[in-house]
């Protein structure tokens, strides 16, 4: 069993100002995703100024932040804020859906395409491979917090996290998920967009990789107390949310390479 590394939520204080890893997590996330996406600004298309990347990072970042509150409360614990609405606002305790904040991007690129004549799928393709920079790094922010660890368990790695009121030895499954929807999906896509792909093919391979990583991860992550497992003692509520992915992640790739082949002005 290794030992949990005791770590301060709370990155700095000053006075009664409590800056939290959580949230710093997120910063890094949004930081290393517009400096790759500045390296690749030109071959997605030369007329784009730094400002104009700016501002889509910035209308994204917002899809991701508050599509990803509100779809914790709709997905994950809806009684819960309808009793008490101003748990919404302290997000600095985590409760962050994934599914929620990708819907919040999808309608951030619709409506920022929509302005800059650029198509829904062009700006996810564009945005695909720099997703897993922030993914990793909230994974990274899940385990100093000491939230959504996994099962019990006896493999040589597993933790005794502070917040288990049981105090098992358990996965870590936040650094699982670190591993996976961080670096693995990274390099994934990372490698596949260094050469010109269809429309669609660089998303779908995104919706396809995250849906498979993540329903994966789930069989040893504890489900939500407050949802608990959905049907057969083992489906929980991030797999269900992950079917569709999965499904549309292979129907966009198919759909990518018999609509037209690759050319260059499809790389990102």
Not at 61 to 85: E, H, K
Not at 231 to 259: D, E, K, S
Request: charged fraction near 10%; proline fraction near 7%; include cysteine.
């Amino acid at each position: 069993m290794l030992p949990y590394p005791q770590i301060d939520p709370v990155a700095l204080a000053i006075g009664p100002l409590k800056i939290h890893w959580y949230g710093l997590m997120y910063l890094i996330g949004i930081g290393g995703a517009w400096l790759l996406a500045s390296r690749r600004l030109n071959r997605f298309d030369p007329t784009w100024t730094k400002e104009k990347l700016s501002d889509m990072v910035f209308w994204m970042s917002m899809g991701v932040i508050v599509g990803g509150r509100l779809g914790y409360v709709l997905f994950y614990d809806l009684s819960a804020y309808i009793a008490n609405p101003l748990l919404i606002f302290e997000v600095w305790k985590g409760g962050m859906s994934f599914h929620g904040g990708f819907i919040g991007v999808m309608l951030a690129a619709l409506w920022f395409g929509k302005k800059n004549n650029k198509s829904f799928f062009q700006l996810m393709d564009f945005v695909a491979p720099m997703v897993p920079i922030g993914l990793g790094a909230g994974r990274i922010g899940n385990f100093i917090n000491a939230e959504l660890w996994g099962k019990a368990t006896d493999v040589p790695w597993a933790m005794v996290f502070p917040t288990d009121p049981a105090q098992l030895a358990r996965h870590p499954s936040q650094l699982y998920q670190f591993a996976l929807e961080g670096v693995a999906l990274f390099l994934i896509l990372w490698l596949f967009s260094r050469k010109p792909r269809p429309t669609m093919a660089v998303s779908g391979m995104f919706a396809l990789f995250y849906g498979i990583f993540r329903f994966i991860v789930e069989f040893v992550r504890v489900p939500d107390a407050q949802l608990g497992y959905l049907a057969w003692n083992w489906l929980t509520m991030g797999q269900v949310l992950c079917v569709p992915m999965i499904v549309g992640g292979l129907f966009l790739i198919w759909l990518a390479y018999h609509r037209a082949p690759a050319t260059p002005a499809a790389a990102v």
